[in-house]
């Protein structure tokens, strides 16, 4: 690798809203500038004005910002960078290397007909006119291959590539609007901006021999290329894209996942450390990151592995902010600290405590719970032993001090009880339906503790 400081460069177009496929890229060429001491860039490729989205440049300023992804340099716009494009593009006229496009559109389709009929993959070089006319850019200017020949490079993943003569062909570098086409505007903005590694997609590989051709030409070596793994879909089977439906990354945000927890997800999608470990800070990822340590083989978009990754990262935040969070999403009539754990337990991000709130999971904590006599019944047990259960309950409990009635004290009183029955069960089940009103909920001894000694002895009461 060349000695030189690196500099890499995330240059999305905008055309719609940044999924998991794209901010993957951005995260390892932000993590190898990182690691480097390097310079991140953050270049727009909106010259296609035609397929570009009214707020996308936003949109993906905001993406980044909200993951902790600081660029260095930009954002640079490729559309207001025209007279770069056309500098660059006079050089290659200068050399000989480009050439107005004398043909019309239907004379290009007639040419391709031909060589569908002859069987013969079309090649816009062998109708390439033996004369060139001067450029005054009203025509598409097209790069003129300086020689056909076989290209071999090296990928910093994928290792020794190569490609036959016939992946070469004259292209257009400048449309007849004044606008850059992408062959052409990244590899003059990557000279521009001194941009020494490029992560890509595989979809680049095979235009790989255009762009050595255009370094070639203007006698500038290209920089090094490390082309990702593809992210395939949940199901395994196909490239996850926006047609299958996958989500924006702001989503994500909204649906109160920890940037930090998603950047240690995206970073394992396609790269490993070496070792058995999955929870990184985001220091961590830097120190351990390693364009080396890229995999060839694809990834897979996991969200069960997501919720299990930022429930981990949850666990590490400081107990007040925590509560904090989890208070921002209650309602004031239970923001009870004591639900804090309870809560924190049950959820694999912010967003579950509202699902929680708007599904009634929580209610009752704040008010008694209604249910039908069946649902405090426990097997075969008659009524009259579930409510003689209940009533000594209710005794042994009164024996708390109001002020210790703590979760253990509960416990402790409860399970006395449940030693002298056959079963846990015709004790506990209607216990915790009583308090709860509910077939699955934490424990009846945190709930107790929670409601207080009142409420818990006038909810079995009720139950009796």
């Known amino acids: 690798m060349s000695d030189k400081k690196v500099i890499t460069r995330f240059a999305p177009s905008p055309t719609g809203f940044m999924h998991v496929g794209s901010v993957r890229t951005a995260l390892f060429a932000w993590l190898w500038a990182k690691k480097n001491n390097g310079t991140f860039i953050l270049r727009i490729e909106d010259t296609d004005k035609e397929r570009e989205v009214e707020g996308s440049i936003d949109h993906i300023k905001n993406s980044l910002q909200w993951l902790g992804l600081d660029w260095d340099q930009g954002p ?265 754990p309870i809560i924190l337990e049950r959820i694999s991000k912010w967003g579950d405590v509202k699902e929680m709130v708007e599904a009634g999971e929580l209610d009752f904590f704040i008010q008694a719970p209604k249910f039908s006599k069946e649902k405090l019944l426990y097997k075969d047990f008659l009524p009259e032993a579930i409510a003689k259960n209940l009533q000594l309950a209710i005794e042994s409990l009164e024996q708390i001090d109001v002020n210790n009635f703590t979760e253990e004290e509960v416990k402790r009183n409860l399970m006395q009880i449940t030693n002298t029955l056959s079963s846990r069960g015709e004790l506990l089940h209607p216990v915790r339906f009583a308090l709860s009103g509910k077939n699955k909920s934490p424990d009846p001894f945190i709930i107790a503790s929670i409601l207080g000694k009142n409420e818990t002895l006038s909810r079995l009461q009720k139950a009796i």
């Open 76 to 340: 640079y716009l490729q559309s207001e960078r025209l007279d770069v494009y056309k500098k660059y593009a006079q050089i290659l006229v200068d050399k000989g290397y480009a050439y107005p496009d004398p043909y019309t559109e239907d004379e290009v389709g007639e040419f391709r007909n031909k060589a569908e009929l002859a069987k013969k993959p079309f090649l816009y070089r062998e109708h390439r006119p033996k004369e060139f006319s001067v450029w005054d850019g009203a025509k598409p200017l097209r790069f003129k291959v300086p020689t056909v020949k076989s290209f071999k490079w090296n990928d910093l993943v994928y290792g020794d590539l190569s490609a036959g003569p016939e992946a070469l062909d004259d292209f257009i570098l400048i449309k007849s609007n004044g606008y850059p086409t992408y062959n052409f505007a990244h590899i003059v903005d990557d000279i521009e901006m001194k941009v020494t590694h490029v992560m890509r997609g595989e979809e680049f590989i095979s235009s790989t021999p255009k762009f050595l051709s255009v370094y070639e030409a203007l006698d500038i070596a290209p920089p090094f290329y490390a082309t990702l793994p593809v992210i395939l879909g949940p199901d395994g089977k196909k490239k996850l894209s926006k047609r299958d439906g996958v989500k924006d990354l702001l989503q994500y945000k909204d649906e109160g996942y920890l940037p930090d927890a998603f950047i240690n997800f995206l970073a394992l999608l396609g790269w490993n450390p070496g070792d058995d470990r999955e929870i990184f800070s985001r220091a961590d990822l830097i120190k351990a990151f390693n364009i080396s340590r890229i995999q060839k083989s694809d990834a897979q978009m996991n969200a069960r592995k997501l919720d299990w990754m930022n429930k981990e990262h949850l666990k590490l935040l400081p107990p007040e902010e925590i509560k904090n969070k989890i208070f921002e999403c209650l309602p004031e009539n239970m923001r009870n600290p004591k639900l804090v």
